[in-house]
Protein backbone atom coordinates (compact mmCIF):
# COMPACT_ATOMS: atom_id res chain seq x y z
CA UNK A 1 0.00 0.00 0.00
CA UNK A 2 1.60 3.12 -1.32
CA UNK A 3 -0.91 5.78 0.23
CA UNK A 4 -1.00 6.11 4.01
CA UNK A 5 -4.41 4.87 4.58
CA UNK A 6 -6.74 3.19 2.06
CA UNK A 7 -9.95 2.26 3.05
CA UNK A 8 -13.58 1.10 1.49
CA UNK A 9 -17.05 2.12 2.92
CA UNK A 10 -19.85 -0.53 2.41
CA UNK A 11 -23.20 1.17 3.79
CA UNK A 12 -26.34 -1.09 3.74
CA UNK A 13 -29.64 -0.20 4.50
CA UNK A 14 -33.22 -2.23 4.95
CA UNK A 15 -36.61 -0.77 5.66
CA UNK A 16 -35.88 -0.17 9.33
CA UNK A 17 -32.17 -0.59 10.61
CA UNK A 18 -28.98 0.98 8.41
CA UNK A 19 -24.72 -0.97 8.96
CA UNK A 20 -22.20 0.90 7.52
CA UNK A 21 -18.73 -0.72 7.72
CA UNK A 22 -15.32 0.55 6.81
CA UNK A 23 -12.50 -1.79 6.75
CA UNK A 24 -9.15 -0.14 6.36
CA UNK A 25 -5.39 -0.20 6.63
CA UNK A 26 -2.89 2.31 7.58
CA UNK A 27 0.74 3.23 8.06
CA UNK A 28 1.93 6.01 10.29
CA UNK A 29 5.54 6.31 12.42
CA UNK A 30 6.79 3.05 11.07
CA UNK A 31 4.13 1.56 11.89
CA UNK A 32 1.47 -0.54 9.54
CA UNK A 33 -2.00 -1.59 11.31
CA UNK A 34 -5.94 -2.10 10.01
CA UNK A 35 -9.18 -1.51 11.14
CA UNK A 36 -12.65 -2.14 11.13
CA UNK A 37 -15.23 0.50 11.88
CA UNK A 38 -19.03 -0.52 12.03
CA UNK A 39 -21.41 2.18 12.30
CA UNK A 40 -25.37 1.30 13.45
CA UNK A 41 -28.15 3.13 14.13
CA UNK A 42 -27.33 2.67 17.92
CA UNK A 43 -23.42 3.56 17.78
CA UNK A 44 -20.05 2.66 16.76
CA UNK A 45 -17.69 0.13 17.60
CA UNK A 46 -13.84 0.04 16.21
CA UNK A 47 -11.93 -2.79 16.08
CA UNK A 48 -7.96 -2.95 15.34
CA UNK A 49 -5.59 -5.56 13.45
CA UNK A 50 -1.72 -6.00 13.45
CA UNK A 51 -0.70 -5.16 9.90
CA UNK A 52 -0.41 -8.69 8.89
CA UNK A 53 -3.60 -9.74 9.19
CA UNK A 54 -4.66 -6.41 7.76
CA UNK A 55 -5.15 -6.80 3.73
CA UNK A 56 -6.89 -3.43 1.59
CA UNK A 57 -6.90 -3.00 -2.58
CA UNK A 58 -6.88 0.29 -3.44
CA UNK A 59 -7.92 0.12 -7.10
CA UNK A 60 -10.99 -2.18 -6.05
CA UNK A 61 -13.38 -2.97 -3.15
CA UNK A 62 -11.26 -5.59 -1.55
CA UNK A 63 -10.29 -5.83 2.16
CA UNK A 64 -9.18 -9.14 4.20
CA UNK A 65 -9.13 -8.24 8.08
CA UNK A 66 -8.53 -11.24 10.59
CA UNK A 67 -10.76 -14.06 9.11
CA UNK A 68 -12.79 -11.39 7.32
CA UNK A 69 -13.54 -10.44 3.65
CA UNK A 70 -14.70 -7.70 2.30
CA UNK A 71 -15.33 -7.32 -1.55
CA UNK A 72 -17.88 -5.77 -4.86
CA UNK A 73 -19.70 -9.60 -4.43
CA UNK A 74 -20.75 -9.01 -0.31
CA UNK A 75 -19.26 -9.44 3.04
CA UNK A 76 -17.81 -12.52 5.03
CA UNK A 77 -17.52 -11.71 9.18
CA UNK A 78 -15.85 -13.88 10.84
CA UNK A 79 -13.88 -12.67 14.09
CA UNK A 80 -14.36 -13.87 17.62
CA UNK A 81 -12.06 -12.37 20.68
CA UNK A 82 -13.41 -12.30 23.89
CA UNK A 83 -15.35 -9.03 24.00
CA UNK A 84 -15.44 -9.46 19.99
CA UNK A 85 -18.49 -11.78 17.96
CA UNK A 86 -18.69 -11.12 14.16
CA UNK A 87 -20.62 -13.28 12.09
CA UNK A 88 -22.84 -14.16 9.22
CA UNK A 89 -22.16 -13.00 5.09
CA UNK A 90 -23.92 -10.49 3.10
CA UNK A 91 -24.20 -11.10 -0.84
CA UNK A 92 -24.73 -8.18 -3.17
CA UNK A 93 -26.34 -7.99 -6.52
CA UNK A 94 -24.76 -6.14 -9.41
CA UNK A 95 -23.09 -3.15 -8.96
CA UNK A 96 -24.24 0.25 -10.21
CA UNK A 97 -21.24 1.59 -11.56
CA UNK A 98 -20.56 5.73 -12.46
CA UNK A 99 -19.79 6.46 -16.15
CA UNK A 100 -15.80 7.60 -15.59
CA UNK A 101 -13.63 8.16 -12.63
CA UNK A 102 -15.62 10.38 -9.55
CA UNK A 103 -11.96 12.30 -9.43
CA UNK A 104 -11.89 13.51 -13.48
CA UNK A 105 -8.92 15.18 -14.25
CA UNK A 106 -7.73 14.96 -10.58
CA UNK A 107 -7.16 11.62 -10.58
CA UNK A 108 -3.91 12.53 -12.72
CA UNK A 109 -2.98 15.20 -10.07
CA UNK A 110 0.03 13.68 -7.88
CA UNK A 111 0.02 14.33 -3.77
CA UNK A 112 -3.70 14.95 -3.75
CA UNK A 113 -4.50 14.78 0.26
CA UNK A 114 -7.71 12.44 -0.50
CA UNK A 115 -8.92 10.34 -3.32
CA UNK A 116 -12.22 9.53 -3.29
CA UNK A 117 -14.26 6.85 -5.36
CA UNK A 118 -17.49 4.95 -6.17
CA UNK A 119 -17.98 1.55 -6.88
CA UNK A 120 -21.54 1.43 -6.76
CA UNK A 121 -24.54 3.93 -6.28
CA UNK A 122 -26.83 1.36 -5.32
CA UNK A 123 -26.79 -2.64 -5.51
CA UNK A 124 -28.83 -5.32 -3.77
CA UNK A 125 -28.19 -6.85 -0.54
CA UNK A 126 -29.07 -10.14 0.91
CA UNK A 127 -28.24 -12.12 4.51
CA UNK A 128 -27.56 -11.57 7.84
CA UNK A 129 -24.85 -10.42 10.68
CA UNK A 130 -24.58 -11.23 13.74
CA UNK A 131 -22.35 -8.34 15.79
CA UNK A 132 -21.77 -9.00 19.05
CA UNK A 133 -25.45 -11.09 18.77
CA UNK A 134 -27.24 -8.03 17.51
CA UNK A 135 -28.54 -9.21 14.61
CA UNK A 136 -29.06 -7.39 11.05
CA UNK A 137 -31.19 -9.30 8.40
CA UNK A 138 -31.04 -7.94 4.59
CA UNK A 139 -33.99 -9.12 2.40
CA UNK A 140 -33.61 -6.94 -1.02
CA UNK A 141 -31.55 -4.27 0.91
CA UNK A 142 -29.88 -1.64 -0.65
CA UNK A 143 -26.62 -0.87 -0.39
CA UNK A 144 -23.76 1.89 -1.46
CA UNK A 145 -20.01 1.29 -1.92
CA UNK A 146 -17.27 3.95 -2.00
CA UNK A 147 -13.57 4.25 -1.33
CA UNK A 148 -11.08 6.68 0.27
CA UNK A 149 -7.44 6.77 -0.20
CA UNK A 150 -4.43 9.36 0.19
CA UNK A 151 -2.81 10.95 3.54
CA UNK A 152 -5.67 13.01 5.23
CA UNK A 153 -9.36 13.22 5.34
CA UNK A 154 -10.03 17.28 4.40
CA UNK A 155 -9.64 19.52 7.42
CA UNK A 156 -13.21 20.73 6.48
CA UNK A 157 -15.89 18.81 4.35
CA UNK A 158 -19.82 17.95 4.35
CA UNK A 159 -20.58 14.37 2.42
CA UNK A 160 -23.78 12.63 2.34
CA UNK A 161 -25.48 9.82 0.78
CA UNK A 162 -29.43 8.37 0.21
CA UNK A 163 -31.53 6.17 -1.17
CA UNK A 164 -34.74 6.84 -2.60
CA UNK A 165 -37.26 5.03 -4.90
CA UNK A 166 -35.55 4.50 -8.29
CA UNK A 167 -32.47 6.08 -7.44
CA UNK A 168 -29.52 7.21 -4.85
CA UNK A 169 -27.45 10.70 -4.74
CA UNK A 170 -23.87 11.37 -3.00
CA UNK A 171 -22.28 14.99 -2.51
CA UNK A 172 -19.07 15.81 -1.16
CA UNK A 173 -17.77 19.07 -0.93
CA UNK A 174 -14.52 19.75 0.85
CA UNK A 175 -11.14 22.10 1.20
CA UNK A 176 -9.32 20.91 -1.42
CA UNK A 177 -5.00 21.57 -0.53
CA UNK A 178 -3.20 22.40 -3.64
CA UNK A 179 0.02 23.61 -2.72
CA UNK A 180 -0.28 27.00 -1.28
CA UNK A 181 -3.59 27.45 -2.60
CA UNK A 182 -6.43 25.66 -0.85
CA UNK A 183 -10.11 25.48 -3.43
CA UNK A 184 -13.41 23.88 -1.96
CA UNK A 185 -13.70 21.10 -4.05
CA UNK A 186 -17.11 19.44 -4.98
CA UNK A 187 -18.14 16.00 -6.35
CA UNK A 188 -21.62 14.77 -6.26
CA UNK A 189 -23.29 11.99 -8.20
CA UNK A 190 -27.65 11.80 -8.67
CA UNK A 191 -28.90 8.47 -10.46
CA UNK A 192 -32.25 9.11 -11.07
CA UNK A 193 -34.53 6.41 -12.81
CA UNK A 194 -31.01 5.41 -14.50
CA UNK A 195 -29.85 8.80 -15.62
CA UNK A 196 -26.78 9.99 -14.25
CA UNK A 197 -26.09 13.52 -13.69
CA UNK A 198 -22.88 14.78 -12.35
CA UNK A 199 -21.49 17.64 -10.37
CA UNK A 200 -17.86 18.60 -9.97
CA UNK A 201 -15.31 21.78 -9.64
CA UNK A 202 -13.87 20.44 -12.97
CA UNK A 203 -17.46 20.57 -14.58
CA UNK A 204 -17.66 24.28 -13.27
CA UNK A 205 -19.66 23.18 -10.00
CA UNK A 206 -19.28 25.86 -7.10
CA UNK A 207 -20.52 25.89 -3.41
CA UNK A 208 -22.61 28.37 -3.61
CA UNK A 209 -23.27 28.04 0.23
CA UNK A 210 -22.17 26.30 3.38
CA UNK A 211 -23.78 27.35 6.71
CA UNK A 212 -25.65 25.52 9.33
CA UNK A 213 -25.77 21.74 8.07
CA UNK A 214 -27.14 22.84 4.84
CA UNK A 215 -24.81 22.86 1.46
CA UNK A 216 -26.00 24.26 -2.01
CA UNK A 217 -24.14 23.77 -5.24
CA UNK A 218 -24.82 25.50 -8.31
CA UNK A 219 -23.34 24.44 -11.72
CA UNK A 220 -24.82 26.16 -14.87
CA UNK A 221 -28.15 25.43 -14.61
CA UNK A 222 -28.42 22.51 -12.10
CA UNK A 223 -28.19 23.13 -8.12
CA UNK A 224 -28.47 20.65 -5.47
CA UNK A 225 -29.67 21.64 -1.91
CA UNK A 226 -28.85 18.94 1.19
CA UNK A 227 -29.39 19.87 4.20
CA UNK A 228 -29.02 18.12 7.45
CA UNK A 229 -32.27 17.82 9.57
CA UNK A 230 -31.35 15.64 12.64
CA UNK A 231 -28.17 15.33 13.98
CA UNK A 232 -27.67 11.70 15.76
CA UNK A 233 -24.02 11.58 14.73
CA UNK A 234 -21.20 8.97 16.48
CA UNK A 235 -17.44 9.89 17.02
CA UNK A 236 -15.81 8.11 13.60
CA UNK A 237 -11.88 7.76 13.79
CA UNK A 238 -10.26 9.44 10.67
CA UNK A 239 -7.05 9.79 9.35
CA UNK A 240 -4.31 12.30 9.52
CA UNK A 241 -0.85 11.78 7.69
CA UNK A 242 -2.46 8.01 8.05
CA UNK A 243 -2.95 7.77 11.45
CA UNK A 244 -5.98 7.33 13.10
CA UNK A 245 -6.13 10.53 15.63
CA UNK A 246 -8.59 12.74 14.20
CA UNK A 247 -12.35 12.27 15.41
CA UNK A 248 -15.15 12.94 13.66
CA UNK A 249 -18.90 12.61 13.24
CA UNK A 250 -21.79 10.50 10.96
CA UNK A 251 -24.59 9.69 11.39
CA UNK A 252 -25.40 6.97 9.25
CA UNK A 253 -28.96 6.62 9.18
CA UNK A 254 -30.70 10.48 9.78
CA UNK A 255 -33.78 12.82 8.60
CA UNK A 256 -31.90 14.94 5.99
CA UNK A 257 -33.92 17.11 2.67
CA UNK A 258 -32.43 17.47 -0.76
CA UNK A 259 -33.67 19.09 -3.47
CA UNK A 260 -32.18 18.68 -7.17
CA UNK A 261 -33.32 21.23 -10.24
CA UNK A 262 -32.54 22.00 -13.36
CA UNK A 263 -33.49 25.61 -14.46
CA UNK A 264 -37.32 25.96 -13.19
CA UNK A 265 -37.54 21.83 -13.05
CA UNK A 266 -37.45 19.91 -9.90
CA UNK A 267 -36.16 16.61 -11.07
CA UNK A 268 -35.91 15.33 -7.45
CA UNK A 269 -37.25 16.58 -3.98
CA UNK A 270 -36.71 14.42 -1.32
CA UNK A 271 -36.80 13.84 2.39
CA UNK A 272 -35.99 10.78 3.93
CA UNK A 273 -35.44 9.24 7.45
CA UNK A 274 -32.51 7.47 6.29
CA UNK A 275 -29.82 9.58 5.09
CA UNK A 276 -26.13 9.33 5.59
CA UNK A 277 -24.31 12.61 6.97
CA UNK A 278 -21.68 13.99 7.95
CA UNK A 279 -20.75 17.66 8.38
CA UNK A 280 -17.33 19.31 9.35
CA UNK A 281 -17.57 22.71 9.23
CA UNK A 282 -18.51 25.19 11.35
CA UNK A 283 -22.73 25.41 12.69
CA UNK A 284 -23.00 28.99 11.88
CA UNK A 285 -26.92 28.83 11.99
CA UNK A 286 -28.61 31.41 9.85
CA UNK A 287 -32.21 30.39 7.57
CA UNK A 288 -32.81 28.35 5.45
CA UNK A 289 -31.45 28.68 1.55
CA UNK A 290 -32.86 26.06 -0.13
CA UNK A 291 -33.95 27.26 -3.85
Wanted: one cysteine or more.
Amino acid sequence: MDDPFCGWYFRCQSEDRTLALIPAVHAAHGNRFGSLQIISDTGIRTIAFPGEKACVDKHRPYAVLGNSVFSETGIRLNERRDDISLLGELCFGDLSRIRYDMMGPFCCVPFMECRHSIASMRHTVNGTLWINGAEYRFRDGIGYLEGDRGRSFPRRYAWTQCFFEGGSLMLSVADIPLGRLCITGVIGIIRVCKKEYRLATYLGARAAMIRGGEVLIRQGSMTLYAALQENKAYALKAPTEGDMTRSIRENVSCRARYRFCIGQKTVLSLETTQAAFEYEYPSLGGSSAEP
